[in-house]
């Protein structure tokens, strides 16, 4: 029988009581927040550029970590923090990963991690809400936004574990963190996405 | 069948040739630019595949005519010249439609996912997401397949020349049409 997109969207009340048993903790109140920890086993972090304002390039970081604090009855107090390790970054061009890991780029030898740290703005849903703070990367500091949306629950055919899919994206200045090589050819304006699979049970 | 080539075959004939060398030192060029010439670099890439998607229709229209108006009476060679020259031909037909198409489906697998965007204007959506074991097929046959047409046409070419040494109008039908 196929499902209206709407009813496979989980309620808020059923996603507080699914991420209960999350990570073999002992059992919280109802109503506290969970803590989500992921890195590059469960999910994965992309910077997508673009090219002469019509083609897209894509990269990856194949080391970072990643802290979710999520009440799923107050996704206003939701919290993240995420470390990547700069000098991880993958591409599937030979040479691109080198030229990003250089000096011109994210300079990953002197600057080797970048930090975000992000709150909840108010006014979000659980389905999509917004985590704004601070990024820090080569050594600069700029204000960051996450859009991060929680996409309907399945079950992994595999092991049969109930998850949720996570998904967040936002946009930097690449030239705000001092990257202003190749200005003819890439774009300023870089988006980070990242997508994980949250196990809830 | 018509007593010399049209207009439109010639021209389609040295447009195609002309073509096929430009992408293929334009591919050379491409692949040996550094990443240091990052601008230079996705320009010729794209120049590249979008003068080779360029051939598809261009292929289709000179099989087209070729079809409709035919081909000028063959000149006096031996019987097995003349058989050569046309498997020479048919593989060459083949090869000019074979390598465009490998290359626009390798740069479809290719695992970088860059789009191809005709000419920077027209977005031409791939037929199928990045594929790196498919990739790994079909970009040693696009290349192999591109030498293999230029080698040809060479060999077609220094062919034409000699019959032309030799007196005969091979040549001259294709340039000049009589």
Redesign the interface.
Known sequence: MMMKPNQLLMPRRALAGAVLPLLGLAPLPARAARVFRFDQSQGKLEFIAR??M?????GQFSRFSCELILDPEKPETARVAVQVETGSIT???P??AD?LRSAAYFDAERWPLARFSGRAAPGGRIEAFDLAGPLEMRGVTQPFTLQAKLARRRRDAATGAEIVDCTARGEISRTAFGMVS?M???GDRVQLAVSVSLVIG | MQAVWSVAQRRLHWAMAALVFVNFLLALVMVALPLSALLAKILTYQLHKSLGLLLIPLWAWRLWLLARRGRPAPVALPAWQHSAARLGQTVLYALLIAVPVLGFLSAAAAPIGVETVFFLILPIPHPFPPDQALYDVLRPLHQGAAWGLVLLALGHGALAIHHHRHGLPILRLMWRGR
């Open positions: 090219h002469l019509v083609l897209t390039s894509t591409h599937a061009y040479g691109a030229l190749d003819a050819a890439t």
